[in-house]
């Protein structure tokens, strides 16, 4: 592995000044969703301005704002695919940054405008230093939050139309120290699916409860049955989760009234294929054995909303390798999985790669993803795109 493929933070710090003045001008004006007008626009002038000329944008469809930008080396070489996920969630901001959010109600709360910036930092640095072997397709791919955006962008041929080979990407982590990476190798996000269960009885008066069919018991009881879903189907051996997170039925004014219909619904996590086929089969046989027993009718819907994202072994040791190159070994980390649900998963089952944890914390970055006070941190991009370039580089020359 050569030195020359190496890429340090140091060698990007105008790249990453450059990409943290984009950063804020997005994290000011976040876009939820796959249709991000302003934001769309925001990454093609930048790109623009950087002397790209292959620029694609709507991959994924009309109404998706996925642009990918081509940039060629100078001799041939595979080609290495690089996501930045780039949409916002509904919170209010209260980080108090001279750059905060303008949209009530729209914030940059999961560190996606730092996907975007470190990714335009390393686009900006090819085309700097364009005597590479290889091509780099940089996605940057909005509605990863419940979204499906990379689903989008894989079924509007996204690697057919660009030749990827392998697929790369990072998400800011506020557990790390800025400055370090962390690597999960196999299973690194579970499968993330939703479920809603309807128990339809017959509606009637409270004080003659003969003359009804009450749905709200078989949905005390389904709350209560599948909390034992997991520690009596599953082998203690794997993970899974079940967790009921909404439960309603009838009117706080009816006192008096039996209700005709009574729902839950709430999300299940596992990674392997065969766990989330028993959680699936599972609720349904449950929710049926109760409405049955209770002389009801149940209506169950379980949907697959994001495959569990498995990291390439081998694609994760070698981007390892390499991080440990570019930042030194105490500062690559190897680290544990999470239940979280992450779309870059469907890339991933199209061709190998891997997704790295970026380190954010320090004094001032504290606060979790998803939290009103959470700031991605600029001193991180630097570190995020020296690793995605090298990594980058020295794939484009592997064989395996």
Do not use: W
């Amino acid at each position: 592995m050569s030195d020359s493929l190496m890429v340090k933070p140091e060698d990007l710090i105008d790249c990453a000044a450059v990409a943290a003045q984009i950063r804020h001008a997005i994290h000011q004006y976040p876009e939820i969703g796959l249709n991000l007008t302003r934001t769309e626009q925001t990454i093609v002038e930048a790109l623009k301005s950087f002397g790209c000329e292959d620029i694609h944008t709507r991959v994924g469809g009309l109404d998706v704002a996925g642009v990918v930008c081509v940039v060629k080396g100078e001799y041939p070489g595979r080609t290495i695919g690089i996501r930045a996920d780039s949409d916002a969630l509904p919170l209010n901001e209260n980080t108090g940054a001279p750059y905060a959010s303008e949209r009530p109600k729209h914030m940059h709360a999961c560190g996606h405008d730092g996907h975007v910036a470190t990714l335009l930092a390393v686009v900006n640095y090819f085309m700097k230093h364009r005597h590479f072997a290889g091509t780099l397709v940089a996605i940057f791919q909005p509605g990863e939050e419940g979204f499906a955006g990379a689903k989008y962008m894989i079924e509007d041929g996204l690697v057919e139309r660009f030749g990827i080979d392998e697929f790369y990407a990072l998400h800011a982590e506020p557990s790390l120290d800025v400055g370090t990476v962390g690597f999960i190798s196999g299973y690194a996000t579970a499968n993330a699916d939703v479920f809603e269960v309807t128990f339809e009885g017959k509606g009637g008066h409270g004080s003659r409860p003969q003359f009804a069919k009450d749905p709200v018991i078989a949905m005390g009881e389904a709350i209560l049955a599948l909390q034992t879903l997991v520690s009596r189907n599953i082998s203690p051996q794997l993970a899974a989760v079940v967790s009921v997170c909404c439960a309603q039925a009838g009117d706080p004014n009816g006192v008096s009234v039996i209700p005709q219909k009574a729902m839950i619904s709430g999300t299940t996590r596992s990674y392997e294929p065969e766990v989330q086929d028993t959680i699936e089969r599972r609720i349904n046989e449950i929710a049926h054995g109760i409405a049955k027993t209770y002389d009801i009718e149940a209506d169950v819907k379980y949907t697959r909303l994001y495959p569990a994202m498995y990291n390439t072994p081998e694609k994760v040791e070698a981007a390892r390798v390499i991080a440990t190159r570019v930042l030194g070994e105490n500062n690559v980390k190897e680290i544990s999985r999470t239940t979280g649900g992450e779309d870059f998963s469907f890339m991933l089952q199209k061709r190998p790669g891997c997704l790295f944890r970026l380190g954010m914390k320090d004094a001032d970055h504290t606060a979790p993803v998803h939290n009103e006070r959470f700031n991605f941190n600029d001193k991180a991009i630097a570190t995020g795109a020296a690793v995605l370039a090298s990594i980058a580089l020295t794939r484009m020359l592997s064989n395996s």
